[in-house]
């Protein structure tokens, strides 16, 4: 809400670290992203104040106030300066980072690749995908099954919204995207030398970002071609669908456009659902009671059919496995917004174009909403417990007008990718035994070691 009537504190009265003098935070804040925020929150509060290199940025984890920025007010705000400073150099202005009307139209024409029945018609996809997958695993080896996750949902996000296959690509293509989010990692002293400056770490992000570039200028034009030549259905795809689409001028939309939407695809669609399945199979490694009640529930529920769309959503206790992974390790972090006006969050005045973080990781795992909120315990989410819970309590896809466009495509997959897996093959957690201590803050939530389990046939 506005401060139309003068009663909200001043921003400097928000609660917060001290901080150094001209750096702030900003050692605490790139050297231990979690726990720098976990202590802000438990010593500050759920609307919070610290600066990094003079930038105030308010770090918000009481529901109440997420509500605010995401659902009631949510035309308040927008992704921000510090969020495009992330993503435009990769993304451009793609859905993910793009605003205003031009959003909303980028939005809409994406949005028939969600439909249920869209969805639904993926789903045999995703599990031949997934079988072919664990085909190559043999028995008793040691694989890093973060890459292993990584590498399908790549194939299958293609699969499905580009109509492509990619697996002559996956190495390529995967590698860039791979180079973007660990670039994107923390904080370094290179960022603060001016954008001109052509530093290590600008310039693999540059080299990685062209070689994305290239790949995906490669497959559109061979989409055009197909789409030209009359061998792919223009509403068959979401890039069909972007080079056919035409605005109220009559224009199409340039191949620079094309391109920063088919990337966003590409990340989004893969990045976060297989960091969730990687985390889930570790979870389960290391709680094999959680992992027998799954597999009780798959034998007595699917036989010896293959997992599918219908069958799936019937798997209460997959359901709930799925859902307390996202709660404990969530795969996207944070949330980031500025207020386009003077707003009022927690009784704190908040000026336009401050930095606003809604931390995901935090609430997930605050005592406050969660008994016991370091625990993976999935028999914790009965009907009870979901009622009485506030509703951005949890928030793994973000809410309001702009909740994840992909939600319920992430959400089968890793159901489905899980479902097949788990029947065929178990996990022993090899290294690292504490995934906790092995995470950074990127755009996602992404190991900084590899994720290494030996695989067994079931």
């Known amino acids: 809400m506005s401060d139309t009537d003068g009663s909200a504190l001043p921003p400097e009265a928000a609660p917060g670290p001290d901080g150094l003098p001209v750096l702030g935070s900003y050692l605490d ?11 802000v929150a438990a010593e500050h509060g759920g609307v919070a104040r610290y600066t990094v290199l003079g930038q105030d940025i308010f770090l918000v984890t009481d529901p109440d106030a997420i509500q605010q920025v995401l659902v009631t007010e949510n035309e308040t705000f927008v992704k921000g300066e510090l969020f495009q400073q992330q993503l435009r150099p990769v993304l451009g202005n793609g859905l993910l980072n793009s605003e205003g009307e031009f959003w909303r139209r980028q939005r809409h024409l994406i949005q028939p690749a969600f439909t249920p029945d869209r969805i639904a ?22 694989r890093n099954v973060h890459r292993d996750m990584m590498e399908l949902t790549l194939e299958i996000v293609a699969r499905a919204l580009m109509g492509v296959d990619i697996r002559d690509r996956t190495p390529a293509i995967g590698g860039a995207l791979d180079t973007v989010m660990e670039v994107s990692a923390g904080a370094s002293l290179q960022d603060l030398l001016p954008e001109w400056v052509p530093t290590p770490r600008r310039e693999r992000l540059h080299e990685a970002v062209a070689s994305l570039d290239l790949i995906v200028d490669e497959l559109v034009d061979e989409k055009r ?6 061998e792919v ?12 689409a ?12 094309v391109r920063d939407e088919v990337k966003t695809l590409l990340l989004a669609g893969h990045e976060t659902t297989a960091l969730s399945l990687t985390f889930t199979f570790h979870l389960l490694a290391r709680h094999p009671e959680v ?3 799954l597999l009780d529930e798959l034998e007595a529920e699917l036989g010896d059919d293959p997992a599918g769309f219908d069958t799936v959503r019937d798997l209460e206790y997959l359901d709930k496995v799925v859902t ?60 009870e417990m979901e009622s009485d819970l506030h509703p951005l309590a949890y928030f793994p896809f973000a809410s309001g007008p702009r909740r994840c466009v992909g939600d319920r495509f992430a959400l089968l997959e890793a159901k489905l990718v899980l479902a097949t897996v788990l029947r065929r093959r178990s996990f022993d957690v090899v290294e690292p035994t504490d995934l906790e201590g092995h995470l950074e803050a990127s755009i996602t939530t992404r190991p900084t070691t590899p994720i290494r389990m030996r695989v067994h046939e079931r």
């Open 29 to 39: 804040n790139s050297r231990s992203f979690f726990d720098f925020r976990d202590r």
């Open 121 to 142: 018609g993926y789903a045999d996809m995703m599990v031949e995908t997934t079988d072919r997958a664990v085909d190559r695993w043999d028995d008793g080896e040691v």
């Open 225 to 230: 071609r197909a789409l030209r030549e009359g």
């Open 233 to 244: 259905d223009p509403e068959s795809d979401v890039v069909s669908a972007l080079l056919t």
């Open 246 to 257: 035409v605005d109220e001028e009559g224009e199409q939309m340039g191949a620079e456009q």
């Open 291 to 293: 992992e027998t009640k």
């Open 324 to 383: 307390e992974s996202m709660r404990i390790l969530p795969p996207v972090h944070g949330i980031l917004r500025e207020p386009t006006e003077d707003v009022v969050l927690g009784g704190y005045r908040v000026p336009a174009g401050t930095p606003v973080s809604l931390s995901q990781w935090i609430v997930h795992r605050d005592p406050a909403h969660y008994d016991d909120p370091h625990e993976f315990r999935p028999e914790r989410w009965t009907d």
